[in-house]
């Protein structure tokens, strides 16, 4: 039950932020008890029919009622159903949002499989849960109502029926925490098979070239972890079916007793036998609904879990706040790092990787490599830098001012960037000005993409193209960015001779000339005089920071 209430208030805690929603909401409860009143009220009319009374009221009193019914579950379906669809918009919208101001080292802690699984699996549970809700609070409505009926037809027999409630509540709770924790189970499972599911899609080449890799995969990860899967998820559904034919099984016991032995023991009006038979059976169809959806509420319930397990809540306040649209400003006088430190644990190997105390200042306008070798910190101190890892210790400062979490948003918008591990969009989205697709033809022009990519209205007709000629397409898209700072992580490495010289020759000067302020991350020592300063790390430390001949 408590997992049931946990996925209510999670959906009530989405849906605050649809307009008119606690009005909806109250719409809908009214609504959904209106319409159990009047199926209840039908129940006793044609009970009173039956029985000769009130035969007189029973022509109108049906009729009403008839029209009444289905124009208030009508009623109650329409506001839910738009109360259910905005709030899914919103949980949607939500998610990405989240996802955007959640700090990159933890995205990367989570890893991409963790996000796809939740993504896939956990917003589909959710989702199919809050569509069923319409359907699911008419039927409480009809519940509730109808016990109320028992209730004030005989206190005797209702107190009996508690009897059978109670009895059925308490036997049904064991299976259901059971089914709760096979449900954990098999959705942590899940995430190990999507992960195995990415190394099939990303590793196919690699796969196809290696019988032995390949065979290896399929029978010593994907076979075992899809098989206890799938017999998780059978066993779960066993029990929540064992469960809900144990709660009809009681239903029907008390429908017998009702008919067959209370008869015998203290004899009953036909009114209210006739009534309690009738409703009984009313009572069937919503109770039937209601336990068909705990094992989906169940499973929305363990999704949100594992949602709240990522550290990616989609109510409350964002992990980093968003700054307003307006660009900070287009000057600045100095970028300092004041004994920055960073570390992490490294799951290759398991020992934790410390960077700094880093003590670093950069200019504008000045052209600084960073090297190193791999493993040395390189690319976690651009990432300080860029402002997307916050240091541990020390202070990142621009023009004196702490760069801090109400304000890292604004200070990344200085930056462009193209990553070692870069993502290439297929338009140039946030961009949109009158000029750009004639500003972009001339650099696919320059960069020798113009024959094999055209721009129309930003955007790209494809990005079907070698390692290399993707990284241009990067490139092209930070020019256009025309940022005060730009960064290059092993741009060149996957470059022919002559676009490696173009750009350390051509591209890297251009941009300083421009005022830009570049760091370069690179292992080409034979263009390391192109620089004005060349920064060594080893270790996580700086090794040595001067300029190109004396390095």
Known sequence: MLQLLRVFRFVLGISRG??????MLGLVVL???VSGFATTGLIAL???????????????????????????RFTSQAVLVNLTQNTLYLMRLNWCRRILTTPVRRLEEIG???????????????????????????????LATCLIYLAWLSPLLFGLLLVFLVAGIVTYKWPIARAFAIGRRSRREWEVLVRHIQTVTQGAKELKMHRLRRQSLLDRQIEPTANLLRRLIIQGTYVFTAASSW??????????????????????????????????VAMMTPLETILNSIP????????????????????????????GLEPPPPTWRHLELCGVTHSYRSEASGETFELGPIDLVLEPGELVFLIGGNGSGKTTLAKIILGLYPPESGELRMDGVPVTDANRDTYRQRFAAVFSDFYL?????????????????????????DRKVRIENGELSTIDLSQGQRKRLALLTAYLEDRPIYLFDEWAADQDPMFKEVFYQQILP????????????????????????IVKLDYGRIEYDRRPAAA
Request: hydrophobic content about 50%; some cysteine.
């Open 18 to 23: 649809v307009r008119y929603s606690r009005l």
């Open 31 to 33: 609504a959904g008890l």
């Open 46 to 72: 044609i009970n009173r029919s039956l029985t000769g009374g009130g035969f007189q009221v029973a022509p109108w009193a049906f009729a009403a009622l008839c029209i009444g019914l289905p124009l208030f």
């Open 112 to 142: 991409a499989a963790r996000l796809l699984a939740s993504l896939t699996n956990d917003l589909g549970a959710i989702t199919e849960v809050m569509l069923g809700v319409p359907v699911l609070v008419m039927h409480v409505g009809i």
């Open 247 to 280: 709660g009809q099984i009681l239903f029907f016991v008390a429908i017998g007793l009702l008919l067959y032995v209370m008869p015998q023991l203290h004899p009953l009006p036909l009114s209210v036998l006739l009534g309690y038979s009738m409703t009984l």
């Open 296 to 323: 989906r509420l169940s499973i929305a319930a363990v999704a949100i879990e594992r949602i709240d397990e990522l550290g990616i809540s989609l109510v409350g306040t964002p992990a980093e706040p968003e700054a």
């Open 425 to 449: 969009f297929d338009s140039l989205l946030g961009l949109e000005r009158p000029e750009l697709d004639q500003d972009a033809q001339r650099y696919l022009h320059e960069l020798q993409l």
């Open 510 to 533: 251009e941009l300083q000339a421009r005022g830009k302020t570049v760091l370069v991350i690179s292992h080409d020592d034979h263009y390391y005089d192109v620089a004005d300063r």
